[in-house]
């Protein structure tokens, strides 16, 4: 596979990091693939613009930073404002259609998704809009299988949460086929 | 001078967490401050590292922003080479009483004249919601998994028994109890110590289930009660608010002046 | 899915190498980058009916841990920057008493408070040399997961072995980052296990008597030998002695039983080296940055090699001089103003083939960074 | 002295950050969050005047504003 | 065992000074420990730096001899490491309360079964007769030749509100009221505090000119009284000796062994 | 008799030449060897209306002397090696906010308790690299009364010119052997004071902005200008920052000032260098040694000279290589195992020709512990 | 208990110092120090076995023996 | 002059200390000499044998300590039994008879002087002993005049008690020219 190098950003509260450890965990432990995770810490990542880098691979990442992502997830304006301009030239640009106004831009493959309005209107709870981030991705990028992703849900998410987490990323699933 | 006079604005929203109470007492301490009508340059702010302790960029004195634990010994110099100066030192209840209980006690027992304010949230928020020697027995924090079994401070008590000569206690909740001791503590000459009970709804809050910061403030209310109150004498768990000493004892550098006297009468 | 398989930040795979050590018992004082470690130990030391415990600053973790040590526990205590600072004493004391401890000391931006969340590598010297007293000193790095574990294995080996601290030096990138790790089976790295003295109670034990192989074995307080530690200098049987053939020979025994053995204590990795013309010398995160310019360049017949230090002290001189001996140039890369730098000028004997890849602000340095640099050094313009 | 009559609910809707403890504290019920989680003064003229939303708010985001009743 | 089986004789005369108090408390813990009928083998004994801290090179126990104000935090490590050893750790006034207050504040919170004797001669007797924290207003040392002005701890006091469950006071010339109390703090589960005041003839006696060894124990002998006796009523300046506080509280390593018991169910 | 003639102490002369200097503040915790520096300016400092306070310890006293010295006093602490090392932390923040202060550190013998009483020179490295994260340090010595006060002026004034903390490295036989000192009359040896900012009231001051002279002018708090002070990287008016260029920047100025002024800073002092053959390179006592060791040997023949360094850090390389130049041998005397010997080293470039006299059990050097070294090194038998 | 009477007051004169403290507080003046300003037993007669000499000595310098009286 | 090297030793009280230096501070202050002085510290010297080097010479002294002394002064049977080997061939040894039964080993001019039993006879205070011994000192070796040594006195002792100094200094001097 080519290398994929991804930064998901939002806010605090988003849960865009535990979105990014969730990929990358079950890309190691369900798919046999490398991958480093790293996220910003400090007091800027308190208020501000929280960012979290992913490398997949299917050899050794030595170099454990993304630079220039291949796709890049911006879940508010203040993200999207603050990274917008280091996706990689012809990456792919996901954005959340209420948080984020994008500028047309960018060199790149932008995709304006509804996805908080999807989660919202169907599942109508907002702690499951990283997961359904993560199945419009993976619609999008096929870098793993969503039942790896399950499977990482399974041992990190108290059992009565499962079918919720479930659905939502189907409908990210659902959604991200229809941008692909 | 207005409240907004007091603070550097340009650092405004300040990176505290929504809800944070460490807000509320700077709020307060500004309010005593404006009361007290004093000048920025008559003050200087000296803390250490904690969420707390960031408090002293914000604030438009001279501010001196330490180490951790170490704030009153830096504050200690400060007073003693500049006795003209109201020094006053905002400090998380660890910064003050874990790293830091050592100079807390002394800085008590010499009784010099500097206002010690403890933003006791009971928990390290800075460092991500470790257990202090605040968060007391039972309860829970990253390092606590299980569950606490350190005993806590009474840091009233404590400051008492080390030999501070102004002891307080209140909370976020009562701002207006807040202001009002804050002011009489930094008039207070000697070493004065203001306990603030405040919410870190984002550690400790969320780990012991406490609800938001309204609901944890809520808890302020219904679980302290006025020293010697009826209602400490029926339920011994109820946290006494109020001044628990205040009197006149021998102040550091008063003293150090007379030494001084003294020996320049000698040689 | 292999069981043994993780997923998680390098602190955390601290924890489980000092887990698969045999560590019994933590101290520490949380402070960032290094407060995963003892979150983690903090719920899975009690699980095996080992001690965690949150001692009210970081003089008292590293005092602590000492006292730990001396009753048979395994012991280990984490810090970064200003808490390492504060450990030197006590750390000293450790060297002094030759008791068995790890420090790990998961490295943020410096001087002071500095950048608490940022990564640098600015403690190398630090420590080997920040406490008080000629002294040696045992200190390891890794670069990745698999080599944090094994390394923190190593580190607890190496302070039974020398009866020694022995300073595990990461930085904020290793520490947070997450990626694959391996946890091998119990008895695939081989553990080094307290030695305990042969001596029978009634018979004279000697405390600091080294044995004809050099190691001293210990007797755990509450056994049946009582013997005296102190921090003065002691006898062979640890009491107070100021005779200054005594004196001397603590001394030498000290900074000998780790500089005698740098052949023994020394970790490194290399890549490419046999026919390299310019030689990386690099550790800890920044050797990942090295690593890729090599693996980048060596397809396009660029001979660069890697030499990753997992040893920092006792510098391994005479290593990096074999391994440097050919190499035209020799680019060390690290995040700071050059600490390494300075000993592998010494090492190679002619500094001016010796050359610096920096970064002193707090970001991750890029391949892009060292390749500048290397376009400079090669003559291939600026 | 004179009771104090309101002029305005200063708020700074870039300091607030919708922590909602003016709301959930004041004696009238006059503030509110809008949807962009800011605190608004939703009825005003309820307002007593007492000034506690401005002490207890963290974020130095709201000032009563009054003017003195003669 | 007899008290000799107890000591090295190999180390005797010691070292300290004709007439120094601690050798009496050193005598008097022998006491209290032949009385126990304890084993050599049962005990650790663990002590900082200072003229005091030198006794337990004397004493024929595990001993372990640490650095200036650190040595509750090393028998922190020991006693968690292994609880069924008895550890005791004499102090100095400068050792336990100078450099040391942190860490006693701590082991007194945590209610840790350490037995903490703190020899308390009110002077750093190791470096040549400087003012300690005990040293009290208008005294006179090598680094206060003009007087003290530092007031003092109540070493008592400051033990009993950081949370040591065993508190007690007494001198050495009370020798066989020290002997009990030793025994009894022994023998108390949780942190205890015996406080001794001891005489220091070469630096506190000369600098404030009380006379030899003897005369000092006599001011031991005049100027303290029972904890509550009628004399202290009448004299407020006089010295309570006794037991202020004995009490059962959840002791440190008993909690400790819960929580490895709950969290060895749990996985 | 001469009343600025006295008999003391080198701890005195080093109080004497404080209050030459015009220290106003000195806050200490007493330690051997150097307790005598704080009980003299107990009672020397409030005569002249300055103040002296115990702390509870030695990382207090490290706190309250950079506290006061931001109310514009003249600072000093003094310790040694245990205190040292517990002053290491609050070090590494008055380097990182540029507060003057000097820290005396009477050397004993180490690590850990060690020998309180005894000499050693063994925190010649720590002095440089104790405290965390990447800096630079002035390190300044002396081996003789009248030197001890005019080195002990110029840590001042140094500390003042470089808005730093300076250490005074002595030992115990120069802080105990009382011998002559000639107390300068006032204004000989010129002082440098507090520079204080020009800037008006309700004029932006920038604390943490070099003028074209490279010095930073202070101003008192109480002052008419309020700014921050924090141990996190910072900008120009003393306020947090982590962007890489204000990190950079700073992290730069604070090893630039130091290191390009090194011939500014440094002291030393020669005796017969001009044909020497062989040069001794020592500093504090031992140096008295080699001097006597020089001065005897010279009479025969034996072309022997010394280069005393006074200026410990920033090390003085280039003057070294100068002085070596036409050695055949250089002697490195010093009571350590060869800390200052590292750096020599480096300095002359040929390794080979250095040697080692040394001494680390307590003991002073004797002229003949150097002879004996002197006569096999210059190969006449051992 | 049966009342103890004195056998020896063994005196070890390489330890003692000669401080006089078992001297001062005897409650029956049986010690003395002698010109080596070591202590010795002027009055052994008069001694109850009260011990205090014994436990007070900071140098473990002095033992009062005893037999047991029937 | 000649450069001499003197140690005195003795115990803790006996004030060796002090009259070393107050020799060595007459010596610089007040005869325009050199001179070191230095002394033991550490635990061994609080219970044991006090010794303390003294150097007297007219130009700079480099190595502060005396190895071999050419005069050496024990006040004591352990300072004695420790230091009489250090005497340099040919030096002075000066013993006190009620303190030190010297044993005739050192190739040295040993003079055993009553100077305790003197000053006890005649001024019955052993607190001006060490002055004594100075003033033997002084009449034996001539290194400086009495005069200097009383100028030194008159600054650190209460006035009341320089009578009593000087009686002994003299009854020394005394002493040692009969010793001579
Ligand atoms: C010497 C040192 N140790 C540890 C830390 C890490 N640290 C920073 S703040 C803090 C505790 C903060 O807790 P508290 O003082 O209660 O303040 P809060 O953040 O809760 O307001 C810790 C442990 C540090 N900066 N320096
Ligand atoms: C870190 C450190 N600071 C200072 C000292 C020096 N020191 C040794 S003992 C002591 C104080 C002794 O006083 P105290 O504890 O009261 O014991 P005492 O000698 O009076 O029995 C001091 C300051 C030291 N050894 N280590
Ligand atoms: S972590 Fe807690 S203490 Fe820190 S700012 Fe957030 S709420 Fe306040
Ligand atoms: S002033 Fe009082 S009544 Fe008015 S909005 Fe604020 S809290 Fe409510
Ligand atoms: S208290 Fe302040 S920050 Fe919170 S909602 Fe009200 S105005 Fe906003
Ligand atoms: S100096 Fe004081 S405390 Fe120390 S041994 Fe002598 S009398 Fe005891
Ligand atoms: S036992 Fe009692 S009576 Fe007998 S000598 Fe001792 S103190 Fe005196
Ligand atoms: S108390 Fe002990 S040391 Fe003192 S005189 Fe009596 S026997 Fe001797
Ligand atoms: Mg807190
Ligand atoms: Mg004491």
């Known amino acids: 596979m080519e290398r994929c190098r991804m930064v998901f950003s939002g806010s605090g509260g988003q849960g865009v990091i535990t979105a990014a450890i969730v990929l990358a965990e079950a890309a190691v432990l369900h798919e046999g693939l490398m991958a480093v995770q790293s996220q910003a810490y400090g007091p800027e990542a308190r208020g501000g613009a929280t960012r979290s880098d992913i490398i997949i691979a299917d050899e050794t990442i030595n170099f454990p930073k993304v630079l220039q992502p291949n796709v890049l997830v911006c879940l508010t304006q203040e993200a999207y404002n603050k990274f917008y301009t280091i996706i990689r030239p012809g990456g792919t640009l996901i954005t959340d259609t209420r948080y984020v106004k994008t500028q047309r831009k960018a060199d790149a493959l932008q995709k304006e998704i509804p996805m908080f309005e999807t989660v919202m209107d169907t599942i109508g709870k907002p702690i499951v809009f990283n997961i359904c981030m993560l199945g419009t991705l993976l619609a999008i990028t096929e870098i793993i299988q969503p039942d790896s992703v399950m499977k990482v849900l399974e041992t990190r998410i108290p059992s009565g949460f499962l079918d919720m987490n479930r659905e939502a990323l189907g409908l990210g699933m659902q959604l991200g086929a229809k941008y692909k | 001078m207005a409240i907004k006079d007091y603070i550097r604005e340009r650092f405004f929203p300040h990176l505290w967490c929504p809800g944070c109470g460490h807000g509320i007492v700077m709020n307060g301490m500004l309010h005593a401050i404006e009361k007290l009508g004093m000048s920025r340059n008559e003050i200087v702010m000296v803390s250490g590292i904690g969420c707390s302790s960031r408090i002293s960029c914000y604030v438009d004195f001279h501010t001196l922003h330490t180490i951790h634990g170490r704030a009153l010994a830096f504050a200690t110099g400060v007073k003693l080479g500049l006795p003209e100066l109201n020094v006053i030192v905002p400090m998380g209840d660890g910064d003050a009483l874990a790293i830091g209980g050592n100079h807390f006690i002394h800085a008590a027992r010499r009784n010099i004249d500097i206002t010690a304010i403890v933003m006791n949230n009971r928990v390290y928020g800075m460092t991500g919601g470790q257990f202090s020697p605040l968060s007391g027995y039972g309860t829970k924090a990253t390092t606590a998994p299980y569950k606490n079994i350190d005993h806590d401070f009474d840091i009233a008590q404590l400051a008492m028994a080390a030999g501070a000569s102004f002891v307080a206690r209140t909370t976020a909740y009562h701002v207006k109890q807040m202001t009002d001791i804050i002011r009489k503590a930094i008039l207070h000459e000697g070493f004065s110590v203001v306990e603030i009970l405040t919410q870190c709804p984002t550690y400790f809050g969320r780990k012991n289930k406490l609800g938001d910061a309204a609901e944890m403030m809520e808890w302020f209310k219904d679980f302290t009660t006025p020293i010697g109150s009826k209602a400490k004498k029926e339920n011994d768990d109820l946290i006494e608010r109020g001044i628990f000493v205040q009197k006149e004892i021998p102040e550091y550098c008063e003293e150090y002046d007379k030494i001084i006297e003294h020996a320049m009468k000698g040689s | 899915m292999d069981k043994n398989i993780r997923f998680i930040q390098g602190n955390e795979v601290c924890v489980e190498g000092a887990l698969y050590a045999g560590l019994d018992f933590f101290a520490g004082y949380p402070i960032t980058p290094s407060t995963e470690i003892a979150e983690h130990l903090s719920s899975r030391l009690p699980r095996k009916g080992g001690k965690f415990i949150q001692m009210e600053d970081e003089i008292a973790s590293m005092c602590a841990i000492i006292g730990a040590s001396l009753t048979g526990k395994k012991v280990m205590t984490a810090t970064s920057g200003p808490g390492f600072s504060l450990k030197q004493e006590a750390l000293g004391y450790a060297i002094m008493t030759e008791i068995p401890c790890v420090i790990v000391n998961v490295q943020r931006g410096g001087p002071s408070t500095g950048l608490p969340t940022s990564v640098a590598q600015g403690d190398v010297m630090q420590a080997r040399w920040g406490t008080h007293g000629d002294h040696a000193m045992i200190v390891l790095t890794a670069s990745n997961h698999q080599d944090v574990f094994a390394i923190t294995v190593e580190a607890f080996n190496l302070a039974e072995t020398y009866r020694t601290p022995v300073v595990l030096l990461f930085d904020e990138v290793v520490g947070h980052m997450r990626e694959k790790l391996v946890i091998p089976e119990p008895g695939v790295i081989p553990l080094v296990e307290r030695l305990h003295t042969s001596v029978k109670d009634g018979v004279d034990y000697h405390p600091y008597l080294p044995r004809e192989d050099g190691r001293l074995p210990m007797s755990d307080f509450g056994g049946v030998h009582r013997y005296n530690v102190t921090g003065l200098f002691h006898d062979m049987w640890g009491f107070p002695s100021s005779k200054p053939e005594i004196v001397q020979g603590l001394h030498r025994h000290l900074v000998d039983k780790i500089r005698n053995n740098v052949n023994q204590i020394m970790r490194y990795k290399e890549y490419y080296l046999d026919d390299a013309e310019c030689v990386l010398i690099s550790y800890g995160s920044s050797a990942r940055s090295a690593l890729h310019v090599v693996e980048q360049r060596r397809p396009r017949g660029e001979r660069l090699g890697l030499l990753e230090l997992q040893t920092l002290w006792p510098f391994p001189y005479q290593m990096i001089k074999d391994k440097c001996k050919h190499a035209k140039y020799v680019l060390v890369v690290e995040m700071n103003a050059g600490q390494v730098l300075r000993a592998v000028k010494r090492a190679v004997g002619d500094p001016e083939r010796v050359f610096l890849a920096n970064r002193v602000d707090g970001v991750f340095i890029t391949p892009t960074d060292i390749r500048n640099i290397l376009r400079i050094i090669m003559g291939k313009g600026a | ?70």
Chains 1, 8 share one sequence.
């Open chain 4, 1 to 70: 002295m004179a009771k104090p009559k309101l002029k305005e609910h200063r708020i700074n809707r870039e300091w607030c950050k919708g922590c909602g403890i003016c709301v959930h504290f004041c004696p009238k019920s006059v503030l509110e969050l809008d949807e962009m989680d800011k605190v608004v003064a939703a009825r005003p003229e309820d307002c007593i005047c007492c000034k506690l939303c401005e002490l207890r708010c963290p974020d130095l985001a709201i000032e009563i504003i009054t003017a003195e009743k003669e």
